[in-house]
């Protein structure tokens, strides 16, 4: 008992890599902060003047860009749109793994992986070339972005789900679902869906997080999404791009938290079923 | 004799890759029987079920309900109720509306629904815990819920699949009784799957023993503990000895073999291991030729004998099975 409650406790060392992590994060964050919401030269900081003209008026006109809004309401429509192609996509998907084919799951899980090695620049280069030729109007809408980030955001949401769904005895409640009279529709919607609910909200949330901070690929096909707007506004009005970053960075980090957060949760559900039984 | 809702197996064979789970498989149910799939491991008890359920197809063969061949039939469109071995209450409803999805799905009025849910969880003892979720209830419970959703729709054929064998022995004795009550008050066709022997003696009105894809026997648990038809149901169902006394090979079941510590003429042996049951003692007893035998006696109070009492083996008067 003694030896586990001695393992169990954090080691110093650990304590001081935590801390020393935490710095490298947390300054810059501050200072950028500081930057943004803060009219004193660098120059003049000092105790005096640490709580001196604090103010929100970078960000303020911001909101008040004519080109703030467009890019703004771009990026929410081509979220919600990558969400819907990513759920249509990838929930079949998983679901295929885990019912018919769980042999391939290593195989599709090294799929969806493909993302991390094939830089973007390649994807759009790939895309650009085959697309151009065979479908230009495709290119030219705003929304082509969306396949490319459900491509991006692949190594998130198919993990996700397929955690989800392993939490649960699926093919067993799908047979119970269908010998009860529920067709194969009803089924997914009233029995898969409602047991997997936590693990489909980390899967939507991850796949905003990817939208809302996708760079490259928008530059390259010259899309004003927010991210875009962000880094060309940063000329105009420093502050008021800054502070924009920090608001995104903890939407971002709230959400990826929401969602690790709600994974859990599901895990924990399962582990009360399995301590149910005798 | 056939009535319109048997349930015929005909012909049906099935092969996953190379593995045949079932050859030539033909079996009539009766309706309102409880009949009970008894094989080893890996038999294709499953796999029938889950042929009747409409989970898999067969490569060749029929199922029929009545006229109807079902074969091509999917799952949701079957009268089929179905308890699995291992826990499918849907987690996220609760025991009632568990109860009521069937109906739900077969678009019972509510009022309706709610009235026929609570009688079912009424007649498996689980009344008082309908707003339970399914974690909140032991293995136990959860069956019996499980078990009253499967009949809530009332199916033409109730499938059961090991339902007991996550159970510790009591609970999976109450369980068992239950289910061969309530089949046999409701007048529920039941097909019921198990490995155990004993629980297929106990709970069955017709036993089919299978062994590799084939049934071997069919009959009610009496013919088929009493006159097995082929060594493997002889030695599957109950436990035999196999002796040869006095030039005679014998095949005898263990309650067969009388033990008696006075000395007759007949033949002798030694007690060399004993273990209690409760009601009934069994004893290994080697016999002076080197045999081996297992006998079983009832017990009474100052009946049993010790390791290493020496023994007169007989083999009692009823008819014993010769060299099956
Ligand atoms: N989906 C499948 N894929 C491949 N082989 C299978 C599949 N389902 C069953 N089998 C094989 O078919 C045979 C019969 O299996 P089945 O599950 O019907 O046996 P069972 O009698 O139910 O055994 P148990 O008592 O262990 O449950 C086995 O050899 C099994 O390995
Ligand atoms: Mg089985």
């Known amino acids: 008992m003694a030896t586990l409650t001695n393992r169990l406790k954090t080691p110093l060392w650990a304590w001081v890599v935590i801390t020393l992590a935490a710095i490298f994060f947390v300054l810059p964050m501050l200072a950028m902060a500081r930057f943004a919401f803060q009219r004193v030269p660098v120059a003049l900081l000092g105790r005096n003047t640490l709580f001196d003209r604090w103010t929100l008026d970078g960000l303020v006109d911001m909101f008040r860009d004519p080109d703030f809004r467009p890019a703004l309401w771009l990026s929410l429509r081509i979220s919600v749109l990558t969400v819907a192609l990513t759920l249509l996509v990838m929930l079949p998907t998983a679901l295929w793994v885990n019912v018919q084919a769980p042999r391939l799951r290593s195989m599709v899980e090294t799929a969806t992986l493909l993302p991390y090695v094939i830089p973007p620049i390649a994807l759009v280069v790939g895309a650009g070339g085959a697309f151009r030729d065979l479908a230009p109007w495709f290119l030219r809408s705003d929304y082509c972005l969306v396949p490319f980030y459900a491509v991006l955001a692949m190594p998130f949401t198919f993990r996700s789900l397929d955690t989800g769904l392993r939490s649960i005895d699926l093919k067993t409640l799908i047979e119970a679902s269908r010998s009860l009279g529920a067709p194969p529709t009803t089924t997914l919607l009233r029995v898969v869906v409602p047991n997997i609910s936590s693990a489909l909200l980390g899967t939507i949330f991850l796949t905003i997080t990817v939208v809302l901070g996708e760079f490259t690929i928008a530059s390259l096909l010259l899309k004003p999404t927010l991210p875009l707007y962000m880094s060309y506004s940063q000329g105009r009005n420093p502050q008021g791009a800054l502070g924009l970053a920090i608001l995104l960075l903890a939407l971002t980090t709230l959400l990826f938290f929401a969602a690790t957060r709600l994974r859990r949760r599901g895990a924990d559900r399962k582990m009360i079923r399995i301590g149910a039984m005798p | ?324």
């Open chain 2, 1 to 324: 004799m056939s009535h319109p809702k048997d349930m015929y197996f005909e012909s049906v064979t099935k092969t996953f890759d190379a593995t045949v789970a079932l050859e030539n498989f033909s079996l009539t149910v009766r309706s309102g029987e409880l009949l009970t799939l008894l094989g080893p491991s890996g038999c294709g008890k499953t796999t029938a079920l889950r042929i009747a359920a409409g989970f898999e197809r067969p490569d060749t063969g029929r199922v029929l309900v009545g006229a109807v061949d079902i074969t091509n039939q999917p799952p949701h469109l079957r009268q089929m109720g179905m308890v699995f071995q291992s826990y499918s209450l849907f987690p996220h409803l609760s025991v009632i509306d568990n109860v009521t999805f069937g109906l739900r799905m077969k678009r019972v009025a509510s009022q309706e629904q709610r009235m026929r849910g609570l009688r079912m969880l009424e007649l498996v003892r689980m009344e008082g815990l309908t707003d339970r979720l399914p974690h909140q209830l032991s293995g136990g419970q959860q069956q019996r819920v499980a078990l009253a959703r499967a009949l809530a729709t009332q199916p033409d054929v109730l499938l059961l699949d090991e339902p007991l064998s996550a159970l510790d022995a009591k609970v999976r004795a109450e369980v068992r009784d239950e289910i061969r009550t309530l089949t046999t008050r409701l007048g529920t066709t039941t097909v019921f799957v198990t490995h155990d022997q004993e629980e297929a003696l106990g709970i069955s009105d017709r036993i089919c023993v299978m062994n590799k894809g084939i049934v071997e026997q069919v009959g009610s648990p009496t013919e088929i503990y009493d006159h097995p038809r082929s060594s493997f149901v002889a030695d599957f169902v109950g436990e035999l000895n196999r002796i040869r006394l006095g030039g005679v090979d014998l095949v005898v079941r263990p309650e067969q073999v009388i033990l008696d510590n006075c000395h007759t003429a007949d033949t002798g042996g030694e007690i060399v291991a004993t273990s209690f049951h409760g009601s009934f003692m069994r004893y290994q007893v080697r016999l002076d030729d080197g045999q081996a035998v297992t006998a079983i006696a009832k017990h009474t109070p100052g009946s049993g004998m010790r390791a290493g009492t020496r023994v007169t083996v007989k083999i009692g008067d009823e008819k014993h099975e010769r060299s099956v």
